[in-house]
């Protein structure tokens, strides 16, 4: 499956947009002896295949999310293919805050119409409150923080302090 859109890529996108790259790459200035205009022509270049890259990836993800999608649309499904297992699943969120409904007089609308609006409403309560808490949360874990660092450095030395290496790699340039 996965050679299938592999070849599918090759075949139609990867030539095409490696070509519409190569044809918008600035060319060496012959006017430019010294080179001053090479670092902007290298950061182009490196961002024109960077989109490339990020184009063909999204293209074979589509290709093999066709390849497995079931009858239903949003059905999970797995399929092994010699010692690899592939697994598509859907991950499912809601954005009810922007549901807008039409405005009907109350004789007009039906069970369903007031149940959805009443369920709506309780949504909405139920969500500020939960804004409101996380707020709240919010303002603690500050207070929290500014009271563990007065702590340590009430107490440099405490047993309670425990530092975790971290590596950061940088290049010279930088």
């Not at 070849?7 to 001053?36: F, H, R, V, W």
């Not at 390849?67 to 297992?85: F, H, N």
Request: proline share 4%; charged share 30%; hydrophobic share 30%.
């Amino acid at each position: 499956m996965a050679q299938i859109a592999i070849d599918q890529i090759k075949e139609n996108q990867a030539i095409n947009i490696l070509s519409e790259m190569y044809d918008s790459m600035p060319g060496i200035d012959p006017d430019d002896p010294d080179g001053s205009n090479r670092d902007y022509d290298r950061y182009f270049a490196a961002n024109r295949i960077s989109r490339a890259n990020k184009s063909l990836l999204d293209k074979y993800k589509r290709i093999v999310y066709d390849l497995m999608r079931g009858a239903k649309g949003s059905d999970p499904c797995t399929k092994v293919i010699g010692t690899r297992m592939f697994k598509l699943y859907y991950n499912t969120s809601y954005t009810w805050q922007n549901l807008r409904l039409t405005d009907k007089p109350d004789e007009e609308k039906t069970d369903k119409e007031r149940q959805i609006e009443q369920e709506l409403a309780l949504f909405n309560d139920l969500n500020e409150q939960y804004n409101n808490a996380e707020t709240a949360l919010n303002i603690l874990k500050q207070k929290k923080k500014a009271s563990e660092e007065t702590l340590a450095a009430l107490m440099p030395n405490s047993k309670c302090i425990h530092r975790t290496p971290v590596m950061q790699v940088t290049t010279a340039d930088e």
